[in-house]
């Protein structure tokens, strides 16, 4: 196949034109156009990619198995090998006074006394391993890259870290502990991590700030763009953002996608990983009425979606998991015995796609799905 270089400007177009059918003002691009970008056909095709989705995830009873117990699960990931990791707060619970005026954590009890990851087997359900008692306050965000790497957010600690693969301990550490912050050096409450292949990285930054910031693999500052804005969704512009709460990242298109929570939406934006001066344009938005809340998202690169799982407003009172196509169209929604989620955190997928996870904070579970 021929090479071809696509940068974000395109992508921009392909994503609004294949959404709404036309090319909006992000260029003058068409789908007319489309196919003298590429090279050949087989690289247009590819990116047009619309693979069927032929059934819903189905909940895979008794997983994970007796032994596994979890506290509210702020993150859930799956590694290479599909092993899953879930990151919870044991016996702590998020209450209306956790945290002070200013947003700084008020638990006189300090770190939280159990293991706040634990390893489970794929198949079996049960648990691997489990570590992390004395080092956390409020998890939320948990991330695995391809080498395996753990990135976890704590949101008390106002900080983001990386656990190398196969290591307890964290060997980078970014924010000033317990102190929240706006400026470069320190975060508010940050919310996920996303992992490009080059080691650059991405962080929510999250229930204060409202901004998304890109490292380098080193943890040097590179970009950032958003803001927080309460207003309505109506009002929103592309990059206000209303809590960004989780972010997935869909490297083969150079877009990074975040879950706008209290907006409902899903707004994605150039990574910058081909063109660093593309990083944090508007690329596309996906705003669907049955969303309410967006909790959290994750790209499959097998099927070319992404799973969406939602939360409840006056509006909307399903709670479910979305399958979403990149152009906006939701053509599955699932939960647990079709009876809908609690309150769910976070969402993850297998490598192979076969199996996606939910992990809730109210009730205190992960539930496994699977296509069949």
Same mark, same amino acid.
Request: glycine share 10%; aromatic share 10%.
């Given at each position: ?15 609004? *034109? ?61 590694? *290479? ?8 707060? !044991? ?42 008692? !004395?080092? +956390? ?43 929240? !912050? ?32 890109? +490292? ?14 309460? &207003?309505?969704?109506?009002?929103? &512009? ?43 344009? +508007? ?27 939602? &939360? ?27 009876? !809908? ?11 192979? &796609? ?19």
């Amino acid at each position: 196949m021929a090479a071809a270089i696509v940068t974000c400007l395109v992508v921009a177009n392909i994503f609004v *034109t294949f959404a709404y059918g036309r090319s909006a003002n992000y260029g003058k691009i068409s789908i007319a156009d489309l196919p003298r970008l590429f090279d050949d056909a087989a690289l247009f095709d590819e990116v047009y990619d619309q693979r069927s989705v032929n059934s819903a995830p189905e909940m895979v009873p008794h997983w994970p198995g007796s032994d596994v117990k979890v506290g509210q699960v702020g993150g859930v990931a799956v590694d *290479t090998n599909n092993e899953v990791v879930i990151f919870h707060r !044991g016996s702590r619970k998020w209450e209306y006074n956790s945290f002070d005026e200013n947003n700084r954590f008020i638990d006189p009890t300090g770190a939280i006394k159990e293991n706040t990851l634990v390893r489970v087997d794929q198949a079996t359900g049960h648990g691997i391993e489990s570590f992390g008692a !004395g080092r +956390f306050y409020m998890p939320h965000g948990l991330t695995i890259d391809k080498q395996g790497n753990l990135w976890v957010t704590d949101v008390g600690l106002h900080q983001v870290m990386k656990i190398p693969k196969g290591s307890h301990e964290p060997t980078l550490t970014l924010g000033v502990h317990l102190t929240p !912050g706006s400026d470069d050096k320190h975060f508010c409450k940050p919310t996920d991590v996303a992992v490009a292949s080059n080691g650059d990285f991405f962080v929510s930054d999250g229930y204060c700030n409202g901004r998304i910031m890109k +490292f380098n693999k080193d943890g040097k500052l590179l970009h950032q763009w958003g803001r927080m804005f309460e &207003g309505p969704v109506e009002a929103a &512009g592309n990059a206000d953002f209303f809590i960004p709460h989780s972010l997935t990242l869909i490297e083969s298109r150079d877009t990074i996608c975040v879950a706008d929570r209290e907006h409902g939406r899903i707004q994605c934006f150039c990574a910058g990983l081909k063109n660093a001066n593309e990083t944090g344009l +508007f690329v596309s938005s996906i705003n669907k009425r049955e969303f309410g809340k967006v909790f959290a998202i994750s790209y499959d690169p097998n099927l070319d979606v992404i799973y969406a799982v939602n &939360g409840q407003t006056y509006s909307v009172s399903e709670v479910l998991g979305f399958t979403v196509e990149l152009s906006g169209n939701i053509v599955e929604k699932w939960s647990p015995d079709g009876l !809908g989620f609690g309150m769910p955190h976070d969402v993850a997928v297998s490598p192979d &796609g076969a199996s996606i996870y939910v992990g809730e904070i109210r009730p205190d579970r992960v539930t496994k799905f699977r296509r069949v």
